[in-house]
């Protein structure tokens, strides 16, 4: 819970009262989110093994090829995890499509975040768009 004294105020609050607001939605969303990038920075590696660096639009035309989200037997077994944590940082407005956008973005905002010893780095440009590679800590 915040407290007023935390820096939440209303114009209507006097003296030492303060405002509970519950907080745990926000920490389930963080800790989703952080779960995703810690899955997609594992896939991610799995996927470009030699580091060269892959764009967000290659990873989900890899992933969803014509738009398919169900597993192929083809698939490597952590095709499934991966699609997860895609659909989880960068889903559509009906939760069924992945917005690469959004995901590119997530991925920016966790640059340099170390999660399980793994984070993303930039790796330049393919036509236009970033290519990420994923760095291994120490």
Known sequence: FFQAEDGIRDYKVTGVQTCALPIWGIASAADATKDALAT??????????????????KVIRDLFPQGRAEPSASDPAYYEGMREALLELGADRTGERVNPRSVAAAIKRAKARV??????????????????RVVKEG
């Open 40 to 57: 997609l920075l594992e896939c991610w590696e799995q996927m470009d093994p030699g580091g060269y660096g892959m764009t967000v639009s």
């Open 115 to 132: 999660i399980g010893g793994r984070y993303f780095v930039e790796g330049g440009t393919t036509h236009g768009s970033m290519r990420w």
